[in-house]
């Protein structure tokens, strides 16, 4: 394979969240959060642990600072921790957990490493969940006041900001599924949650706009790009349904196309919404989501190889037997081209002015061996993989900025806990030591060359 030469300027970088990796989590004032609450709810995660002290980057943050300008990142893209900024989701202001951003913002700055802020990767105050959580119209409200205190903070220093992580995660994993917190089992309130988590990105960018002169604001989607192998009418019904539940109930609204007609019908023929529909949407709420945008920004990890359920009415199945046998060790298939139809779709079908991918990585247990190294060399040919995949896109006319790796280092990875490693940095939970992993000395490599070969 000839040597892939990425355009000059291209952002390369590293991608973690506030909770999967800070610990302190009563620390400086801070409040306790919904996925404080969960973790230490016995049974919720699959090896009993919690982010109460996780990578202890709240307090090594310069020594993690370092190991980034080593690998010689161009960017770098973490979280807020809401409830370190108001401990009660609203009111008073904790001045130490503005602080503690405020440096690491510095920090980056000073070694020429562009910080890419996410307001949202899911750590909601459990003072806001008491009062209903994301169900309730006021989360939104909350959050609106949320992003206008920290903009407001670090406004003239952070010019790439990132509403929400992930809303079908917030919204429906958590609140559908049950998976993640607060753990709800409920889809109409998985609806609502996610309409409202939409609806507080759409308030919140003018705010952010008004607060940080000349920055890009865009929000960050998780995508699963879904397909079937027998491609019979119900099959592709199927993947049509998959794709609406997944995908495109999060695009449509943010790109101004309003809820798509047939999940909502769908949703309604389930009795999953009321036959009035979409009752928690106000007039103006669309209008509000559609708020234009700098970027988009992609998580891509994985596709769905399915097959319409039995009864030919419920939900749409996995079809293991059709998908490959290559997955990673969160058992999620490895399938590069998903990347590079996915860009592609975006661009083609949706036209956001730029792209990032914000997350991509791979989870491999591989350890320090006998000669203290971590050889990760299947995360290699992950990130390799993905990397020309991405290439091409760009070559098909996608307009990618940039590829923010998932993760910097290794982390809580929320319900499944320490189990799973998706750094390029191996993490020593007892220790605190940091190791470069084969992969992290690779991608180093890529990034001075701005090629992958
Ligand atoms: O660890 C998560 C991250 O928080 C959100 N995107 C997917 C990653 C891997 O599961």
């Known amino acids: 394979m000839a040597t892939q030469h990425f355009p000059e300027g291209f952002l ?54 370092a190991l980034m300008k080593g690998l010689g990142l161009h960017a770098y893209r973490f979280s807020i921790a809401w409830p370190r900024i108001l401990p009660q989701g609203v009111g008073a202001a904790n001045q130490p957990g503005i602080d503690f951003y405020s440096r690491l913002v510095d920090g980056l700055l000073e070694a020429g490493i562009t910080p890419f802020a996410t307001l949202y990767h899911w750590d909601l105050p459990q003072a806001i969940q008491e009062r209903g959580g994301w169900p309730q119209r006021f989360a939104a409200e909350a959050f609106v006041e949320y992003a206008d205190v920290i903009t407001r903070a670090l406004g003239d220093r952070v010019k790439h900001w990132i509403t929400h992580n992930e809303p079908w995660c917030s919204g429906l994993l958590s609140h559908q599924i049950g998976e993640h917190a607060p753990g709800w089992r409920d889809w109409y309130a998985g609806l609502a949650a996610s309409h409202h988590i939409l609806l507080s990105h759409g308030w919140a ?40 539940y997944f995908n495109r109930w999060f695009l449509d609204p943010v ?13 309604q023929k389930a009795g999953v919404l009321p036959a009035s529909g979409l009752d928690f949407v106000v007039d103006g709420d669309l209008e509000a989501i559609a708020a234009h945008t700098d970027f988009l920004g992609v998580n891509y990890y994985s596709r769905a190889v399915l097959k319409a359920a039995a009864d030919g009415e419920s939900f749409p199945v996995d079809d293991p037997e059709h998908a490959t046998l ?14 590079y139809d996915l860009l592609c779709r975006l661009h083609f079908e949706y036209q956001p002015a730029k792209l990032y991918v914000t997350e991509n990585g791979a989870s491999y247990a591989d350890a320090p061996g006998v000669d203290g190294r971590v050889h990760d060399t299947r995360r290699i040919d992950y990130l390799r993989a993905h990397f020309i995949k991405a290439r091409e896109a760009m070559a098909a006319g ?18 499944k806990g320490y189990t799973e490693r998706f750094g390029s940095v191996w993490v020593d939970y007892e220790t605190q030591v940091r190791i470069l992993k084969d992969s992290a000395l690779w991608y180093q490599q890529v990034i001075a060359d701005n090629a992958v070969g």
């Open 398 to 415: 996608a307009p990618l900025a940039g590829y923010f790796v998932w993760s910097l280092m290794d982390n809580f990875e929320w319900a």
């Open 12 to 65: 390369w970088g590293a991608a973690t969240s506030s909770y999967q990796i800070e610990g302190a989590w009563q620390e400086d004032g801070k409040g306790e959060s919904i996925w404080d609450c969960f973790a230490h709810t016995p049974g919720k995660i699959i090896d009993g642990s919690n982010g109460d002290v996780a990578c202890d980057h709240y307090h090594r943050w310069q020594d993690d600072i």
């Open 326 to 339: 290559e997955r990673t060790d969160m058992g999620w298939e490895i399938y590069p081209q998903g990347l």
């Open 205 to 244: 960018v003018p705010v952010i706009r008004r607060n940080s002169p000349d920055a890009e604001v865009g929000v960050t989607l998780n995508f699963t790009v879904a397909t079937t192998a027998v491609r019979t009418p119900e099959n592709l019904a199927a993947v049509r349904v998959f794709d609406g």
């Open 255 to 267: 790109y101004g196309r309003r809820y798509p007609a047939d999940m909502v019908y769908a949703y």
